[in-house]
């Protein structure tokens, strides 16, 4: 229940872009892509061995242990006033916890090969969390006070401000153990989970694959596998498989030793299945889960497997193997998106939408608030990250200059420009929980596409900006559906024990199939391939808030288009709410619910159409 200071990205705390496969972009192009940002993270702090942050970490400490003093075993006796003190007091305490480890943790992002910035970055996780140990009594106790008492407490209209905070929290309430195991399970919080992915991240960033005689980094080997050249993409593609394959027990060690710590906690707070704490944090009732789930697994020949038939067809082969999936429809290389041309693109979808929140985005390019270029060291992928309401977030991006590049780019915006205009909730009540906090990143995304391919006005090249999109979506939804599936009978099979690498190889392969359908052939090769996916490694089943969110966006699009009136200021109005709304309130004013059985269908028939339409060329 208490914030995970230094960790992975995590929801609310930081949007980590979906993995959208086993290519990403492409590499070269160094002289158009010169002069990518550098994010500055001086407005946090202005080095490691900044005076304000050792003065902060030892005041927060002070404070912490006065708190204590002053509160613990009195909140369910004082009145509602006081008690609304007591939680303005720790949001104050906790938001100087959260950008010192913030600034660890995007530091780390940025090195994380960098030994010495490791090591920084542990030693203020270890600092945040004996701090944050003082506070850790205040959620249990806040928990403890009974129904009647706090409805009492919250006739005060101090802390009536403080309802969606406390509504949130007694979500976990039948989950909560004694304060005495809490500590414990908090303390050693920084040698079991974080340190198994800290050993994860290292490892990753260390992996080197020889491609076309040379040796690079993995992120750069994976990107190669979207070359127009078959037997390229295939070299590529046996190269990355045979170093998973050297370091697959490591990461079967810590697949297993995760997924144990994961039942252990899960057994002691009664959580009826691997997923139910993630879909408490996410505010999400499980049926809604079940059902989106169901949906998509549903859709997979009308979707995926529909679709790849049509790429085999256009590609010329019987069968796809897998270092085909994210193969290009053109031999032609498509040329390098320069990062002004890019950040024009985005912007003016921005601007067109509404420049109320053109004027947000504006910002992160005005300001050193994106770190943009591909380098040695830097964590892979991209993220948003809110850092803290008193600051502003950061954007790490790999950017390598292609069209799918400039969809992320508008993708991490989305999620900053959410964490700008939620931040006035404060602290504790900005953050959105997963299944809402891709809403903005993938509107952001659809708003780019639709103004890319309506001045798109060449056929055959709407044809391929509509296959590109094709491609993003089923990644996002049916891909991360199937992770999904792979995460759900990996934790459930390793509850009655050890799970050996090729049984995970086995579980990988039989979700693949399932998901991409009988257009692919799979070599023994791949097996190993889902140990480079991070979201399962730091944040267990995370994934499935991607296709929440794109099916989300498909049907609020659709309201959008269909001339809903006030639009605009209904959809800042949501991203303003930050966490203080369910998505039942959100959604009601677009006439849109998520548990109404045909909710997924609008956002899955988005796909369907596109393929239609592709069908049609």
């Not at 992002?109 to 003082?134: C, G, K, P, W, Y």
């Not at 994210?326 to 002004?340: F, G, M, V």
């Not at 999620?415 to 299944?435: E, F, I, N, R």
């Amino acid at each position: 229940m208490s914030k995970a200071y230094f960790s992975a990205p995590q929801a609310g705390a930081a949007g980590i872009s979906p993995v959208h496969g086993d290519a990403g972009q492409p590499s070269g192009g160094a002289s158009a892509l010169a002069g990518l940002p550098r994010w500055d993270l001086s407005d946090l702090y202005d080095g490691p061995d900044s005076a304000r942050l050792a003065t902060d970490l030892d005041q927060a400490d002070e404070d912490a242990q006065a708190f204590s003093r002053v509160w613990q075993g009195r909140l369910a006796a004082v009145p509602g006033g006081e008690l609304a003190q007591a939680i303005a007091e720790y949001q104050r305490i906790d938001e100087v916890l959260g950008r010192a480890g913030s600034y660890a943790q995007l530091l780390f992002a940025a090195n994380t090969s960098d030994s010495d910035v490791a090591r920084f970055a542990q030693s203020i996780n270890e600092r945040l969390t004996a701090i944050s140990t003082h506070l850790l009594f205040f959620t249990l106790e806040l928990n403890r006070i009974s129904d009647d008492a706090l409805a009492a407490q919250m006739s005060d209209p101090a802390l009536a401000h403080w309802a969606p905070f406390l509504r949130d929290l007694r979500v976990f309430r039948p989950y909560q153990l004694s304060d005495e195991v809490e500590a414990v399970l908090h303390e050693k919080s920084v040698t079991g989970a974080a340190a198994w992915n800290r050993l994860f991240d290292e490892t990753m960033a260390g992996l080197r694959v020889r491609v076309g005689g040379a040796e690079t980094t993995l992120g750069n080997a994976l990107d190669t596998m979207s070359s127009p050249d078959r037997k390229v993409r295939e070299h590529a593609a046996h190269a990355i498989g045979d170093e998973l394959g050297r370091n697959v027990k490591l990461f079967s060690l810590i697949t297993n030793t995760l997924a144990k710590d994961k039942a252990i906690v899960d057994g002691l707070r009664h959580y009826p299945r691997p997923t139910s704490a993630r879909n408490c944090a996410n505010m999400v009732e499980d049926e809604v889960v079940d059902a989106l789930v169901q949906a998509v697994t549903e859709a997979y020949p009308r979707l995926s497997h529909r679709y790849y038939a049509l790429k085999a067809k256009w590609l010329g082969l019987e069968k796809l193997e897998y270092w085909d999936r994210n193969a290009p429809l053109t031999t032609q290389d498509e040329p390098l998106i320069p990062w002004a041309d890019a950040t024009k693109q985005v912007m003016a979808a921005y601007e067109g939408f509404d420049p109320r929140m053109g004027t947000v985005a504006k910002q992160f390019f005005d300001h050193a608030w994106i770190d943009a270029p591909p380098v040695p060291g830097k964590a892979s992928g991209a993220f948003a990250h809110p850092t803290v309401p008193s600051v502003h977030p950061y954007l790490l991006l790999n950017y390598r200059g292609r069209t799918r590049d400039v969809m992320t780019l508008a993708h991490e915006l989305g999620h900053g420009v959410h964490q700008v205009l939620a931040g006035k909730q404060g602290y504790l009540m900005s953050s959105t929980p997963l299944t809402l906090a891709e809403t903005a990143s993938v509107f952001g995304e659809m708003l780019t596409f639709r103004a890319l391919l309506d001045a798109q006005d060449d056929p055959a090249r709407r044809r391929l900006m509509l296959a590109a999109k094709v491609e993003d979506m089923l990644n996002t939804v049916v891909r991360q559906i199937a992770f999904y599936r792979f995460e759900m009978l990996v934790h459930e099979e390793r509850r009655k024990g050890e799970l050996l690498p090729a049984r995970i190889g086995e579980i990988w392969r039989q979700t693949q199939v399932e998901s991409l359908g009988p257009a692919f052939n799979f070599t023994p090769d791949y097996d190993v391939y889902w140990t480079y996916i991070p979201h399962f490694i730091h944040s267990p089943f995370y994934v499935y808030a991607y296709a929440f969110g794109d099916c989300l966006v498909n049907a609020l699009y659709g309201v959008f288009r269909s001339g809903h009136p006030g639009f605009q200021d209904k959809y800042l109005d949501m991203l303003k709410a930050g966490g203080t709304k369910r998505h039942r309130e959100l959604l009601a004013p677009f006439g849109l619910d998520a548990a109404d059985p045909g909710f997924w269908q609008k956002g899955l028939d988005v796909i369907a159409g596109f393929i239609d339409e592709l069908e049609r060329v």
